[in-house]
C-alpha cells in the first residue's frame, strides 16, 4: 500500500479525523493563552471546546448555522443564569430544577436538540466550578463562550472543506455491519446434525440490532442533508446506495428454511460449506465497499463470490441428478437461498452504478417537526409519566438538586463536580446508568494516578500545556467507544488545568469524593425515581414487535397481488419491523443488567426472542422475493392464510398486552389451514411454492407464541406483585 493511500485510509478514519479536528481547536485556545501569560483563560477556553463539541451534531451548512445560533444563546443564557443566582441559593436551586427539566424536554424535538440541552446544562456546571473566583459576572461566560465560538468556526470551516465526510463515513459503518451480520449468519450452514438454532438466532438478533443502528444512524445523516425527506446534489448518489444497503439488509436477514433440518439432512454433503463460503465472500465484498466508500474510489467486486456460486450452483446440480426421497423436498428451498445470494451479488455490483434501480419514491420518512406548532405539540406529548424523556428529566432535575442541596449543606468545596458526574452518568434507564458507573469511577482513579506523576515529573508549564492539549484530544478519541477510558483521561486534563491556577495537587481528593458521590446520586435517582424496570414493560415491547412484523407481513402479501413495490409506506414498515426486534432485543439486555428482584421470566423471554427474530425473518424472505403472483387460486390460498396468520399476530398483540382474557383461538383457524400450505403443486412457479412455504414456516410457529405469550403474562403479574410488596 503507497505512503498516500495509507494517508487517505487514516484521514477517512472518523476517531482519527476527528482528533485532529480537536487538536487543532485546543491548540488554538491554549497557545494564545500561553502566548499571552493569561493562564487563568486556559481552563474557562477548554471548557467551552468541549461543551461545544459535546453539543455538536452533523448537519447541513444552513443546519448547522442555525444549531449554532440556538447553542450560543442557550449556553449564553446558562452561564449568566449561574453567575446571577450564585449567591442566591434558593433561587438557584429553583432555577436549576427548572431549567434541568426544560433542558430535557427540549430533547423531544430530536438528537439535535438534546444534544444542544446536554450542552446548556454542561456549560452551567463549568460555569459553577469557577464562579466562586469570578470578579464580575462577565469575565467567565464570556471565556466560557469564546471557546464555544472558536471550535465552532473551526468546525464550519471542517465541513466547509469536507462536506460529505460525515455521510461517507455513516454508510461506511453500514456495510461494514451487513459484512457482520453475514459473519454470523455463516455459521447457521455449518453441517451439525444436532443443530441447536436459538444460541445462532440470539447471536443474529445482536447483530440484526447494530446494522438497524447503523442504517438509522446513515439515515440521520441524510436527513440533515434533505428538505423535508427530499435529497438533492452530491448527497442524491450516497441516498440511492443507502436504499441498496437496505434491500441487502432484508435479504441477509431473511430465512427461507429451518436450519436444523438442512443442517441434518445434508450433513454428508459439501452444499452447506459451499453456502458458507459464499457468504463469507460476500461479508468481505461489504468491507471492500465501505472502504471504497470513506476513500472516495470506486468498488472493484472480486471474482470470488462469482466463482463460489457458479461452484455452488454446480453443486446444487449434483445434488439434483441424484436426489433421494430424503433430500428432494429440500432442493426447492436450497434453490430460494441461491437465488437470493445471486440477487445481493447484483446488488453489490450495483453500488458503482447506484441509478440503474429507480425506486417509486426516493424520499425519507422525515419525522422532525419543522414548524413551531409542531414542535411544541411534540414536546407536549411526552408531557406524561409515561413518556421515558419525562421521567428522566423529572428524574435529573431532581438529582441535580439534591447534589446542589448537599453541596450546600455541607459547604464542600469544588462540589460542582458531583453536579457533574450525576450529569453524565445518570442514563434514562439502570443498564446505561451502570455501564457509565463503572466507566466514571474506573477513570477517574486511574486518571488520578496518572495525572499526579505527570503534575510531578512535568512541572513547567509548557510540557504541562502539552498533556492538557493531548489528554483532551484523546479524551474525544475515547468518548464514545470507551467511556472509562475518556474519563481517565479528562481527569487528567482536569488536574493539569488547576494546576495551572496554582490548585493541581488540592483537588484530587475532591475529585475522588465528588465522583464517588455524584456516582451515589445518579444510581439512587435511577433506583427510586420513576425507576424504568425493563421487566416491567418488556410484554409492552413485545406486542409492538409482533405488531410491526404484521404490518410489514400486510405490506409485503399485498404486493403479491399488485406486484414488487418500494414506496414509502413499505420502506417504513420494513424498518419499524427491524427496530422493534432491535429494541426487544436491547430491553432484554437492559433487564438482565438489573438487580434480581426486577428480573423475571428471562428463558420465556429469550425464547420469544428468538421466535420474533425468526418470525421477522420468514416475513424478510416475503419481501425479498416480492413479485405478482398469476395463478388465481394460489392468490385465494395466500389470502386465507394471510388473514388467520393477522387474525393471531392480533390476538397476540392483545395476550402481550393484557387485553385478552377470554381469546378463543379455534374461531380464528381455518380448516386444513396447515396441510393446504404444506403442500404444493410440482408444477406450480418457483414464487408460488416460496410464499407458500414461508406462510406455513410462519404459521407453525404460531402455538409456541401464543404459549409463550401465556406464560410471559402471569410471570409478568407475580413480578408486579412481588415487587410492589417489596417496596
Request: glycine share 4%.
Amino acid at each position: 500500500m503507497s505512503i498516500f493511500r495509507q494517508i487517505r485510509l487514516q484521514w477517512a478514519n472518523r476517531a482519527f479525523n476527528y482528533s485532529v479536528l480537536i487538536l487543532i481547536t485546543l491548540l488554538g485556545v491554549v497557545l494564545p493563552a500561553w502566548y499571552l501569560q493569561q493562564h487563568q483563560w486556559i481552563t474557562p477556553l477548554i471548557l467551552g471546546v468541549i461543551a461545544a463539541a459535546l453539543a455538536e451534531t452533523d448537519d447541513s451548512l444552513v443546519g448547522r448555522i442555525k444549531a449554532i445560533i440556538l447553542t450560543m444563546i442557550c449556553f449564553a443564557t446558562a452561564a449568566f443564569s449561574i453567575e446571577i443566582l450564585f449567591n442566591l441559593p434558593w433561587f438557584f436551586a429553583l432555577g436549576l430544577f427548572v431549567s434541568t427539566f426544560a433542558f430535557i424536554m427540549l430533547g423531544a424535538l430530536g438528537p439535535r436538540y438534546a444534544s444542544i440541552a446536554f450542552g446548556s446544562l454542561l456549560i452551567a456546571i463549568y460555569t459553577m466550578l469557577g464562579a466562586h473566583n469570578s470578579i464580575d459576572i462577565w469575565a467567565q461566560p464570556i471565556l466560557l463562550l469564546s471557546g464555544a465560538a472558536w471550535y465552532y468556526l473551526v468546525s464550519m470551516i471542517w465541513n466547509i472543506f469536507w462536506p460529505l465526510q460525515p455521510v461517507q463515513q455513516s454508510l461506511a459503518n453500514v456495510f461494514n455491519q451487513i459484512a457482520s451480520y453475514l459473519e454470523v449468519k455463516q455459521d447457521l450452514f455449518h453441517p451439525k446434525i444436532d443443530l441447536a438454532p436459538q444460541p445462532y438466532r440470539l447471536s443474529e438478533a445482536s447483530a440484526n440490532g447494530k446494522t438497524v443502528d447503523a442504517l438509522n444512524g446513515c439515515k440521520a445523516t441524510l436527513l440533515n442533508r434533505s428538505k423535508k425527506g427530499h435529497i438533492d446534489g452530491p448527497s442524491d448518489r450516497f441516498l440511492k446506495i443507502y436504499f441498496i444497503a437496505q434491500d441487502i439488509h432484508e435479504r441477509v436477514s431473511s430465512s427461507h428454511y429451518r436450519y436444523q433440518e438442512l443442517a441434518t439432512h445434508l450433513s454428508r454433503s459439501d452444499v452447506l460449506f459451499r453456502f458458507k463460503h459464499v457468504l463469507e465472500s460476500q461479508a468481505q465484498a461489504c468491507r471492500d465497499i465501505a472502504l471504497s466508500i470513506q476513500l472516495g474510489y470506486p468498488f472493484v467486486n472480486s471474482d470470488n463470490t462469482l466463482k463460489g456460486l457458479v461452484e455452488l450452483q454446480d453443486s446444487l446440480d449434483h445434488l439434483e441428478k441424484n436426489a433421494t426421497a430424503e433430500t428432494k423436498p429440500l432442493l426447492a428451498q436450497l434453490n430460494y437461498l441461491f437465488n437470493n445470494l445471486s440477487t445481493v451479488e447484483k446488488m453489490l455490483d450495483n453500488v458503482n452504478n447506484p441509478d440503474i434501480n429507480e425506486l417509486e419514491e426516493s424520499a425519507l420518512d422525515d419525522t422532525n417537526p419543522h414548524t413551531v406548532k409542531a414542535m411544541w405539540l411534540k414536546i407536549k406529548s411526552n408531557f406524561s409519566p409515561n413518556s421515558i424523556l419525562f421521567r428522566h428529566a423529572i428524574r435529573l432535575a431532581i438529582a441535580l438538586t439534591l447534589g446542589y442541596g448537599i453541596i450546600q449543606v455541607f459547604d464542600i468545596d469544588r462540589g460542582y463536580w458531583i453536579l457533574l458526574t450525576t450529569l453524565f452518568v445518570c442514563q434514562p434507564n439502570y443498564s446505561a446508568t451502570r455501564q457509565k458507573l463503572y466507566g466514571r469511577i474506573a477513570g477517574t482513579i486511574v486518571g488520578l494516578l496518572i495525572g499526579v506523576p505527570i503534575l510531578t515529573m512535568f512541572p513547567t508549564q509548557a510540557s504541562q500545556l502539552f498533556f492538557i492539549v493531548l489528554s483532551g484530544v484523546m479524551f474525544f478519541a475515547f468518548r464514545i467507544n470507551n467511556y472509562g477510558y475518556a474519563t481517565g483521561f479528562i481527569t487528567v486534563l482536569v488536574l493539569l488545568c488547576f494546576h495551572q491556577l496554582g490548585e493541581g495537587y488540592d483537588v484530587v481528593l475532591p475529585r475522588l469524593t465528588d465522583t464517588i458521590i455524584g456516582c451515589v446520586i445518579a444510581v439512587a435517582a435511577v433506583y427510586f425515581i420513576y425507576p424504568d424496570w425493563q421487566s416491567k414493560k418488556l410484554y409492552r415491547v413485545m406486542a409492538t414487535a409482533i405488531g410491526h412484523n404484521r404490518h410489514y407481513l400486510a405490506q409485503i402479501i399485498g404486493q403479491y397481488r399488485i406486484g414488487k413495490r418500494d414506496d414509502l409506506n413499505y420502506r417504513i414498515a420494513r424498518r419499524n419491523a427491524h427496530n422493534s426486534d432491535a429494541s426487544l432485543a436491547n430491553a432484554i439486555s437492559n433487564m438482565l443488567a438489573e438487580p434480581g428482584r426486577y428480573r423475571g421470566a428471562t428463558e420465556e423471554s429469550f425464547r420469544f426472542l428468538t421466535l420474533n427474530h425468526a418470525l421477522l425473518s420468514y416475513i424478510s424472505a416475503l419481501g425479498a422475493h416480492r413479485q405478482r403472483l398469476k395463478d388465481e387460486s394460489i392468490h385465494l390460498l395466500v389470502i386465507d392464510a394471510h388473514r388467520t396468520i393477522n387474525s393471531h399476530l392480533d390476538t397476540l398483540e392483545q395476550q402481550l398486552l393484557g387485553q385478552c382474557d377470554n381469546c378463543n383461538f379455534a374461531t380464528i383457524e381455518q380448516l386444513n389451514l396447515a396441510k393446504r400450505l404444506s403442500e404444493w403443486r410440482d408444477e406450480d412457479e418457483g414464487s408460488a411454492r416460496m410464499v407458500l412455504q414461508q406462510l406455513h414456516l410462519v404459521y407453525r410457529m404460531l402455538p409456541e407464541l401464543h404459549s409463550l405469550a401465556n406464560q410471559l403474562s402471569v410471570r409478568t403479574n407475580l413480578i408486579e406483585s412481588t415487587a410492589s410488596k417489596l417496596n
